[in-house]
Nanobody, 115 residues
Framework: VQLVESGGGLVQPGGSLRLSCAAS????????MSWYRQAPGKERELVAT????????TYAASVKGRFTISRDNAKNTVYLQMNSLKPEDTAVYYC?????????WGQGTQVTISS
């Protein structure tokens, strides 16, 4: 099982980033996919979740209206489009896969919002 995030980087406030998470080693379309983030000194928090079919999503209140989670089951990839970024969005972002059994995690990608 492998989850590989990409797309992180340094962006100015108000900018945008698109994170990708490529999955392999399991039946991607059978898993609910989520993005989490962890800022320095803080606990990991759930950012967004998408169901197996990709037609139902949920968001943390802090990102609702700015972030969009999506998935492409043909490409075994989940995305997080992040707009209107704020300094408080700075964190390591992790993608995660869940079904019955253990949750899978990627290694994370750093997102830094700074002028």
């Amino acid at each position: 099982v492998q989850l590989v995030e990409s797309g992180g980087g340094l962006v100015q406030p108000g900018g945008s980033l698109r994170l990708s998470c490529a999955a392999s080693g399991f039946t991607f379309s059978s898993y609910v996919m989520s993005w989490y983030r962890q800022a320095p000194g803080k606990e990991r928090e759930l950012v967004a979740t998408i169901n197996r079919a990709g037609d139902f999503t949920t968001y943390a209140a802090s990102v609702k209206g700015r972030f969009t989670i999506s998935r492409d089951n043909a490409k075994n990839t989940v995305y997080l489009q992040m707009n209107s970024l704020k300094p408080e969005d700075t964190a390591v972002y992790y993608c995660s896969a869940a079904n019955v059994g253990p949750r899978y995690w990627g290694q994370g990608t750093q997102v830094t919002i700074s002028s």
